[in-house]
């Protein structure tokens, strides 16, 4: 069974406009919550990550939102690159492994 | 410093057959882990390695099975393959055994006719 489920499954965006994706879990021992890249023909690469102890994290153009008492966690990619055409992956872990959501294809229109 | 190298990148095999996917973990990194990732969903746990022994298995039979060597590189080995194993395979080292931040290779992608 699916531990993280993931939505929407694939968005449009305009340049320069804002890309929400949506993570939700039932573990509440799961305490890592990273989102991957990952383009065509390519392994996942690590975006940004988060821990339960607090509510958001900021890296650049990119920011998880994280609510505890809802079980869930977004991503926010702020200003939105055709270089983000990409599909997005949530996952959560205790320790490991990870256990990924089924991904978000997001594609950036110029 | 070199990341995590796969090969071989894209094979076919038929169905029955045998399979051996490579991977050479990141530099520093003692600990690999195999994903599945079929066509269109997120990637599915196989395995994890720790010093040359298995210490985490996912929902996979025993027909996929794994080694890790001294250098820390390891292989994954498929046994009568069947339609459903044709995914792209996905190799993650990591520093340590509990940290959750996987760096990932390429992938090998296998396809079963």
């Known amino acids: 069974q699916q531990q993280v489920k993931q939505s929407p499954q694939s968005l449009i965006v305009q340049k320069g406009g804002i890309s929400i994706i949506n993570c939700a879990y039932e573990n509440t021992a799961f305490d890592y919550f990273p989102w991957y890249q990952q383009f065509p023909g390519k392994g996942p690469a690590l975006l940004i990550a988060?821990?339960?102890?607090?509510s958001e994290k900021k890296e650049g153009r990119f920011t998880i939102s994280f609510n505890k008492s809802a079980k869930q966690f977004s991503l926010h990619i702020m200003d939105s690159q055709p270089g983000d055409s990409a599909t997005y992956f949530c996952?959560?872990?205790?320790?490991?492994?990870?256990?990924f959501g089924a991904g978000t294809t997001v594609t950036v229109r110029a | 410093e070199t990341g995590v190298t796969q090969s071989p990148t894209h094979l076919i095999k038929t169905r029955g057959q045998q399979v051996t996917l490579r991977c050479s973990s990141q530099?520093?990194?003692?600990?690999v882990s195999w994903y599945q990732q079929a066509l269109g969903q997120g990637p599915q746990f196989i395995f994890q390695y720790y010093r040359e022994e298995e210490n985490g298995r996912g929902n996979f039979p025993p027909r996929f099975s794994g080694l890790q060597f001294p250098n820390y590189s390891s292989e994954l080995n498929v046994n009568a393959l069947e339609l459903d194993d044709s995914a792209l395979y996905l190799c993650a080292s990591s520093s340590d055994i509990y940290t959750g931040e996987l760096f990932f290779g390429e992938g090998s992608r296998l396809t079963v006719l």
């Open positions: 988060i821990r339960p102890d607090v």
């Open positions: 530099s520093g990194h003692n600990t």
């Open positions: 996952a959560a872990s205790i320790t490991y492994p990870l256990s």
